[in-house]
């Protein structure tokens, strides 16, 4: 009998996050926040991690989905 096939690491860790890098705009949405408090966060060290590609500002799907969980479970441990 056929074993399945292992599902794909990338899709778990995305966990239903697009599969590209993305833009504050797209961080905003997701959110539900001005834009300008992304920028916010980014300039107080608070929000998720950015990078920069030149002059563009991006985020990681992989960065989104630890850095909401890490904010998951600092509100129940408090």
């Known amino acids: 009998m056929a074993k399945p096939t292992d599902p794909d690491p990338g899709a778990t ?3 239903g996050l697009p599969d590209r890098y993305l833009t504050p705009d797209d961080i905003a949405e ?3 926040v001005p ?3 992304v920028y916010q966060w980014r ?3 608070t929000g998720p991690p ?3 590609i030149g002059k563009h500002l ?3 799907p992989a960065d989104i989905r630890a850095y909401v969980t890490q904010r ?3 509100d129940t441990a408090a």
Do not use: H, I, P, S
């Open 30 to 32: 997701m959110f539900e």
């Open 13 to 15: 860790l995305r966990g």
């Open 35 to 37: 834009l300008e408090t």
């Open 50 to 52: 950015g990078f920069r």
């Open 58 to 60: 991006r985020y990681d």
């Open 43 to 45: 300039k107080k060290r």
């Open 72 to 74: 998951k479970n600092a």
